[in-house]
């Protein structure tokens, strides 16, 4: 039986806080972001946090992609459950690829909008306004992304002058500050009013460029440190966790180390009997060309799945190939909205559809991407000590509310 001061949700169990919580989703923080701006010396309350707070590793979703584990993070459940599981796939009805950006294809509640209505005061700040509604969907509060932050309306996103309040131009959507924003406005909104929960949600725009412990990255972790410890100041329970990890995916002259799946299987079976998905595709791809460690292919007939499915397991680069059930299985996956066939490739490959379909004319520098188990560890840190966790646990970063409402000691 609940009591007063619970909630469930998706059968978990939350506390209602007494405290303001924060949880942040750092996009793409493989665990050595922070190690090596603490080995720095540039991130001294990630440092104060590893010896006084409750450092933990967990693994995210797979494939390790920003909305899946998003929305993870906030149902507490993975995406079997809450069924985002890419930005996009195949609608076989409809003969469409379908962006999945949309609540409506959202099966399961948040524990936000659950807070908000057992009373509490929540605020969703998010770098990029595609994954606004989808956190914010069904809840009460604050939701705003720093993209959109000028357009901000006291009716769509329950808070109006963001850009005024936080004292800071909108910044580029391909930039470190559209990051700074979220965690300024954070600031200055618990500063001012007194939040309950807030989901601070960044963009992987440096991890995607710079590696841990160059000096962009060590700069990048020092702003977010800094902001930490005044929300840490202020009161705040705090989790750090990351949507997915990040490495290098290039060859050694810098090239980007492709293996582009829909030629090859175009070249085994003929055109038009395989249809992949990369389901990292999103307006967005600048940054990383579509390329990512994870694809998702639809066969025309069921026969041509067991052959490609033997044909792929061959070709060096690639880790897995799973059956849509072994998938659905392994990952925590919706088996309507994915393929015949889940290909994940291996730490420093990348997977395409055809060479001629990928502008890599944005990237400006050797690519680092994610999507595979390669880039499953995140980390779990809490600038609070712990109470009743079981050292044998497999944590991962959909726990992170838990951690925050469930065993903080206050
Ligand atoms: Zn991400």
């Not at 800071?168 to 300024?184: G, N, R």
């Not at 990890?245 to 299987?265: E, F, S, T």
Request: aromatic fraction near 6%; charged fraction near 20%.
């Amino acid at each position: 039986m609940l009591t007063r001061a619970e909630i469930d949700v998706s059968g978990r169990r939350y506390r209602l806080p007494s405290s303001p919580q924060v949880v942040v989703c750092i996009d793409g923080s493989e665990p050595d972001y922070t190690a090596r701006a603490i080995e720095h010396g540039a991130a001294p309350f990630f440092a104060r946090l590893m010896r006084e707070g409750t450092p933990l590793t967990a693994d995210c979703v797979v494939p390790s992609f920003t909305n899946p584990n998003n929305l993870s993070i906030v149902t507490g459940v993975p995406p079997s459950v809450h069924g985002i599981c890419g930005n996009y796939f195949w609608d076989r009805d409809a003969g469409a690829e379908v962006m999945m950006n949309d609540p409506k294809y959202l099966r399961a509640p948040t524990i936000l909008a659950a807070l908000a209505d057992a009373g509490a005061r929540v605020a969703v700040i998010t770098a990029k306004d595609k994954l606004r509604r989808l956190l914010g969907h069904g809840m009460r509060g604050v939701c705003f992304s720093s993209e959109k932050a000028a357009d901000a309306t006291l009716q769509e996103n329950g808070i109006d002058q963001v850009v005024q309040r936080v004292g800071m131009p909108v910044p580029s959507v391909y930039s470190a500050e559209l990051s700074q924003f979220v965690f300024a406005a954070a600031v200055e909104l618990m500063r001012r009013e007194r939040f309950d929960v807030m989901y601070l949600s960044t963009t992987d725009y440096v991890q995607h460029k710079a590696a841990p412990g160059s000096p962009a990255a060590d700069r990048f972790y020092a702003m977010i440190d800094g902001y930490l410890a005044q929300l840490d100041a202020l009161g705040a329970t705090i989790v750090v966790t990351a949507d997915h990890g990040m490495n290098a995916k290039h060859l050694p002259d810098g090239r980007p180390n492709v293996i582009y799946l829909q030629d090859l299987l175009d070249r085994a079976l003929g055109e038009r009997a395989a249809r992949v998905i990369l389901p990292i595709t999103d307006p967005y791809v600048v940054h990383h060309g579509a390329l990512g460690s994870f694809a998702t292919v639809y066969f025309e007939r069921a026969a041509d799945a067991a052959a490609a499915q033997q044909r792929l397991s061959d070709v060096a680069g690639i880790e897995q190939v799973l059956s849509r059930a072994d998938a659905a299985a392994r990952f925590e996956l919706p088996p309507d909205r994915i393929g015949d066939l889940v290909i994940v490739s291996r730490r420093d490959v990348v997977l395409g559809t055809c060479a001629t379909k990928h502008d890599l004319s944005g990237l400006d520098e050797p690519l680092r991407s994610h999507g595979g188990v390669s880039e499953q560890r995140v980390p779990l840190l809490m600038n609070r000590r712990a109470s009743g966790l079981d050292p044998k646990r497999r944590w991962r970063n959909f726990d992170a509310f838990d951690l925050a409402l469930n065993h903080a000691q206050a």
